[in-house]
């Protein structure tokens, strides 16, 4: 397919994710590249923090995720994603979400990619700390969002709870019941199917 967009992604990337799957909804025609991260210099020049996801469009480089799915929202003749009578508070979810991915990342490549002798036990309970208090929070406020329309607070907390039971554990299912019943439901939608984690590269 070509196109003039180009997502850098990578395999699992719970960020990549999220733009996929708003790309998708949105229906923005793109091409995807899954690349290694780690050994891809050339995306120094585009992004200095050499991450993905990151989008080339028409030349124009958008870095971080939350900036790609604007930009997916601003050129899409779709409905938007952020609704405008809870803007401010889709946007607080979707930084909780995010929160959710970046702690579950870090805590990741501290159990996996660090000798065990060199491995911090704090700072991996501290990310597990955050992680469920971030849950239990989207719990308590989940009556907030209208869960009749696909906004993208709920696509983030889709891609951070999958990343959550694909890094760590899905133990927050027994005390987050209502994002447990909404979570089984979401998981069956062909967006999140053909989005699911791939097989990963090594850090390093
Ligand atoms: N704030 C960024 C975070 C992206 C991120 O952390 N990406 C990870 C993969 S999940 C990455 O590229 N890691 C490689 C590295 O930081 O060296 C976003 O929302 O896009």
Redesign the pocket.
Known sequence: MTSNLILYN?P?????RKCKIAANILQIPHEEKIIN??KSDFLDDFNP?????TLVANGQVI????N?CLYFDNISSKNSLYPSDRYWDCLSFINVA?GI??NG?NRFIEISAIEKKDQREKTVLRYEKKIARSIEWIEKNFQKINLEFLSMDLISIACALDYTNFRYSDDWKNNNPNLKNWFDQISEKEFMKASSPGVSFKYE
């Open positions: 990578g699992t990337s719970p960020f990549g991260v780690y923090l050499r991450q993905i996801p870095a971080d995720s939350n790609i995010n991915m970046e990342v």
